[in-house]
């Protein structure tokens, strides 16, 4: 059993919460905890071919490397202390066997957080109002395909410094986007990164997740 007293009142609550979000997207989706001394991570996969962190400072070190059901995660109670005790393990899948580097990254720019979400809410009412259009007399199959092709005309583009709109909408999606300050964009490698005021979304350019 691994138990994680978070430093700050309240992470423990709001990690909770970070697993319902995945869980929302979907009910059988796994994160992978990965706690090194004093911080801990939570990364999940995404439907947006992106990973989602949220990272946690601990009170008391903890040396640990798991996978864990999400929806599970978000049923635990918080401890009267905020600790939080992790699921049972699972067996690792593709995507947890290879994480983003943890240095070395390179800071490419600093975005107006109001900027963003701006922007992403462009996206999402553009796609409302062109979806409809888009299925319309196409069977299920061909109808899928074309929002998947939409989705793609409106995510996959540039958002700043060759970092796709994409993980601003991942990040907006996971409630990342929330509050005041700014939104930065880093990379490391093939690595892109987006740090929102709560939480990092990850992905790889040029690369599908479950290339990794």
């Known amino acids: ?9 309240g992470a423990a609550a709001d990690l909770a919460t970070f697993a319902k979000r ?11 905890i990965v706690a090194t001394g004093s911080v801990a991570g939570c990364f999940a996969e995404t439907p947006f071919d992106a990973l989602a962190l949220r990272t946690v400072a601990l009170a008391d070190p903890v040396e640990v490397d798991v996978v864990v ?9 918080v401890g009267a202390h905020g600790e939080l005790e992790l699921p049972p393990a699972l067996p690792a899948l593709r ?23 701006a922007r992403v809410d462009a996206g999402v009412a553009e796609f409302r109002r062109r979806a409809p ?28 410094h060759g970092v796709l709109l994409r993980l601003a909408h991942a990040s907006s999606s996971y409630g990342f986007l929330g509050g005041q300050g700014e ?13 929102a005021p709560n939480g990092t979304i990850l992905a790889r350019s040029g690369l599908a997740l479950f290339a990794l």
């Open 69 to 77: 059901e999400a929806s599970t995660l978000a049923a635990k109670a």
């Open 95 to 117: 995507w947890t066997s290879s994480l983003p580097p943890r240095s070395g990254w390179t800071e490419l720019g600093r975005l107006d957080l109001g900027d963003v979400v």
């Open 1 to 9: 059993m691994t138990v994680f007293t978070p430093a700050r009142p």
């Open 133 to 160: 259009e888009e299925a319309q007399g196409r069977d299920l199959r061909a109808g899928r395909a074309a929002l998947e092709g939409l989705a793609a005309q409106i995510w996959d583009v540039e958002l700043a």
């Open 22 to 32: 995945v869980a929302r997207f979907e009910p059988e989706a796994v994160a992978r």
């Open 183 to 195: 939104v930065v964009l880093r990379s490391a490698g093939s690595w892109q990164r987006l740090d």
